[in-house]
């Protein structure tokens, strides 16, 4: 009897288990890699604003607006009120500040459409990094310059580990002043 049952189960459940693993894992690593790891995605907001303006003609520090960056996991997306301090006063004549005027009466926040994302079970903390002395553009690519926000890197396990591998070499001028060190390449570092 007991061979009977061990034989049945190697004989069924165990093609038919590894089968939904290995469909999953296939159908995961398409769909994941469709649409999170897009280099060139730059949807349409709401309200057409310029980081090559504000991060670049006009030198606004990201922490300005990207209040979380340094305290964090997320860079958090500004609320209207930053937008207002200056906006209140400069350029409301503009059909874009109109509109952004407009979400600032009505208390409400500025439907952004999100650029960068990474998969559910990646964990990212902003501050790590931001406080280590690593740029905005080293993975956002060169924001001050863009007119409108586009996904310029992939976000693939890859490109993390290659940095995490080679961060002295690759920001040595850091190593001595924040302390830098090669990030950490277990698995649970990034993976939860």
Same mark, same amino acid.
């Given at each position: 009897?007991?061979?009977?049952?061990?034989?049945?189960?190697?004989?069924?459940?165990?093609?038919?288990?590894?089968?939904?693993?290995?469909?999953?894992?296939?159908?995961?690593?398409?769909?994941?890699?469709?649409?999170?790891?897009?280099?060139?995605?730059?949807?349409?907001?709401?309200?057409?604003?310029?980081?090559?303006?504000?991060?670049?003609?006009?030198?606004?520090?990201?922490?300005?607006?990207?209040?979380?960056?340094?305290?964090?996991?997320?860079?958090?997306?500004?609320?209207?009120?930053? *937008?207002?301090? #200056? /906006?209140?006063? &400069?350029?409301?004549?503009? $059909?874009?500040?109109?509109? %952004? @005027?407009?979400?600032? +009466?009505?208390?409400?926040?500025?439907?952004?459409?999100?650029?960068?994302?990474?998969?559910?079970?990646?964990?990212?903390?902003?501050?790590?990094?931001?406080?280590?002395?690593?740029?905005?553009?080293?993975?956002?690519?060169?924001?001050?310059?863009?007119?409108?926000?586009?996904?310029?890197?992939?976000?693939?396990?890859?490109? *993390?580990?290659? #940095? /995490?591998?080679? &961060?002295?070499?690759?920001? $040595?001028?850091?190593?001595? %002043? @924040?302390?830098?060190? +090669?990030?950490?390449?277990?698995?649970?570092?990034?993976?939860?």
């Amino acid at each position: 009897m007991r061979k009977s049952v061990l034989d049945y189960i190697l004989r069924i459940y165990l093609p038919v288990t590894l089968l939904i693993v290995v469909a999953t894992y296939t159908v995961t690593y398409f769909v994941s890699r469709e649409e999170r790891y897009h280099v060139g995605y730059a949807p349409t907001q709401p309200i057409n604003y310029s980081h090559e303006l504000h991060a670049g003609q006009m030198g606004i520090d990201c922490q300005y607006c990207h209040t979380g960056v340094t305290k964090g996991r997320h860079a958090m997306v500004p609320p209207v009120s930053t *937008c207002m301090n #200056c /906006h209140q006063v &400069a350029r409301t004549d503009s $059909p874009e500040i109109q509109k %952004l @005027t407009k979400f600032y +009466n009505d208390d409400q926040p500025v439907p952004w459409k999100r650029v960068h994302k990474l998969p559910e079970h990646v964990y990212f903390n902003h501050s790590v990094h931001v406080n280590k002395g690593l740029a905005c553009q080293e993975c956002h690519g060169q924001i001050q310059t863009m007119p409108v926000v586009a996904q310029v890197k992939p976000f693939m396990m890859a490109d *993390c580990l290659e #940095c /995490h591998r080679t &961060a002295k070499e690759k920001f $040595p001028h850091l190593v001595s %002043l @924040t302390g830098l060190k +090669n990030g950490p390449e277990n698995c649970t570092a990034c993976h939860r």
